[in-house]
Nanobody
């Protein structure tokens, strides 16, 4: 059984930092990604990485967020610095059944991802 479990969310003030984690079990993922969804908005890709070290990150968080992973433990991280109120969202990790195509992984289209975690809430107050 494939499970993705996020942790590490919380509430911080604007300018603060958080690190969220995603642990995958029952599956050895290649492509892994972070998405976020604010209330009333669509789920949007934030960053992705594969097990060869490729990384992709969307422009709106570039320079503030860093994606990383530990292949030995199938755990992915998102280090978030200089957080802004507009970063407030539920953050989800996801992985596709077949994650060997880096270009699809980097495109961060939700419909390309098959397995999802339950999400972890990040709230940034001004």
């Amino acid at each position: 059984q494939v499970q993705l479990v996020e942790s590490g969310g919380g509430s911080v003030q604007s300018g603060g930092s958080l690190r969220i984690s995603c642990a995958v079990s029952g599956f050895k993922p290649n492509c892994m990604a972070w998405f976020r969804q604010a209330p009333g908005a669509d789920r949007k890709g934030v960053a992705s990485t594969d097990n060869t070290g490729h990384k992709s990150i969307v422009h709106v968080v570039k320079g503030r967020f860093t994606i990383s992973r530990d292949n030995a433990t199938n755990t992915m991280y998102l280090e978030m610095n200089n957080l802004k109120p507009e970063d407030t969202a539920m953050y989800f990790c996801a992985t596709p059944k077949d994650g060997d195509n880096w270009w699809l992984c980097a495109l961060l289209e939700a419909e390309d991802f098959d397995y999802w975690g339950q999400g972890t809430q990040v709230t940034v107050s001004s």
